[in-house]
């Protein structure tokens, strides 16, 4: 998968791209990740992106002129066709199934936003996908593209380790086939089992006895009814 990032601040983007998890899964071949400075595509010589809205009021909005031709220059460096995401508070709210959708596309272009907002012939001229990331402002689209493309990119086959290594996060369906459970159940939305390492004992607290009886049916079954209890507990909207 190819993933465009348009953005005032490539520098914020970058080293977070190029660590852990994305930055493995680039070197392994399984994303491309290129962010694009929309700076670079104004048009006068005070690079300027936005301006104070018609009709009055506070703040700047987005300028139309430099994020089309950005995009048009960014869409034409790569044949496969890119799925255009607008970053805006205004947007339908991510979850796990959005991410699911979105990690099945060959190209992203995510486009993040600054200011008061976009002029909204940028919507109705580039036609994105708006996605936001909850019910809260940010300054900018930045840290929900970050959030976007780790949720994405951690999704695409071969880039976690262990091929299940996603199935049963929280949020994942639990599926019948999962290798973890072994279970064959309905699926479900659940949060994860509460996890330990060693060592056995720490601050007198110890590990469940079960998860040391090396019986991988009785583990699985615990495991399924922690998550339960957990999600009943935290999340009683997952369980439908
Ligand atoms: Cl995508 N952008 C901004 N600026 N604020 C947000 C958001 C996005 N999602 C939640 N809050």
Redesign the pocket.
């Known amino acids: 998968m190819r993933i465009d990032v348009l953005t005032l601040f490539p520098e914020a983007c970058e080293p977070f791209f190029a660590a852990s998890i994305l930055g493995r899964a680039q070197s392994g071949g399984n994303a491309t990740i290129v962010c694009h400075n929309l700076r670079d595509y104004a048009t006068d010589r005070h690079n300027t992106v936005d301006d104070r809205p018609f009709g009055g009021g506070p703040g700047m909005v987005m300028m139309c002129g430099p994020v089309f031709d950005a995009v048009d220059a960014i869409e034409k460096q790569d044949e496969r066709q890119a799925t255009r995401i607008l ?3 205004q ?1 339908r709210r ?1 979850d796990q199934a959005v991410l699911e959708e979105l990690a099945g596309l060959p190209r992203l272009l995510l486009i ?3 200011y008061e907002g976009f002029d909204e012939r940028i919507r109705l001229g580039l036609a994105p996908r708006e ?11 930045e ?3 970050m959030v976007v493309v780790d949720g994405v990119v951690r999704l695409l086959p071969g880039v976690l380790g262990d091929e299940q290594g996603a199935a049963e996060d929280s949020f994942s369906v639990f599926r019948g086939e999962s290798r973890k459970t072994g279970a064959a159940t309905p699926t479900e939305t659940l949060l994860e089992y509460p996890q330990y390492t060693r060592p056995r004992v720490y601050h007198g607290m110890e590990v469940p006895e079960i998860l040391l009886s090396g019986d991988h049916g009785k583990i699985a079954e615990w495991r399924r009814e922690q998550a339960r209890k957990r999600t009943a507990e935290r999340r009683p909207d997952l369980l439908r």
């Open positions: 970053l805006t508070p947007g991510l993040a936003g600054h996605l936001s990331i909850g019910d809260y402002v940010l300054s900018g689209g840290a929900a593209a």
